[in-house]
Nanobody, 119 residues
Framework: QVQLVESGGGLVQAGGSLRLSCAAS????????MGWYRQAPEKQRELVAT???????NYADSVKGRFTISRDNAKNTVYLRMNSLKPEDTAVYYC?????????????WGQGTQVTVSS
């Protein structure tokens, strides 16, 4: 069974830091692009950051300079280091990954992890 499992969310004060992790497991031949999205209450899901399997990154303007996306290809895991957190970063964070399985590439999503930043 192919799945993405996230960890690392929680409650933190403004100015604090958190690191999210997302590991892909199952019968995976390779992992292409990976990314993080977030969805705040009553808002649409938005892109936070993405990273290719070659390490090229892309960030939303709202998190540039504060968040860092990285990956460990040997572990099929993507990370999101979040520094200088703000209350407006409060959301459910979802990881996704483009996984090459047996002859096809499919996008999978994690279950989401809550990040709450208090002022």
């Amino acid at each position: 069974q192919v799945q993405l499992v996230e960890s690392g969310g929680g409650l933190v004060q403004a100015g604090g830091s958190l690191r999210l992790s997302c590991a892909a497991s199952g019968s995976i031949r390779s992992v292409n692009a990976m990314g993080w999205y977030r969805q705040a209450p009553e808002k649409q899901r938005e892109l936070v950051a993405t990273i290719t399997n070659g390490g090229s990154t892309n960030y939303a303007d709202s998190v540039k300079g504060r968040f860092t996306i990285s990956r460990d290809n040997a572990k099929n895991t993507v990370y999101l280091r979040m520094n200088s957190l703000k209350p407006e970063d409060t959301a459910v964070y979802y990881c996704n990954a483009d996984l090459y399985l047996d002859g096809s590439t499919l996008r999978y999503w994690g279950q989401g992890t809550q990040v709450t930043v208090s002022s």
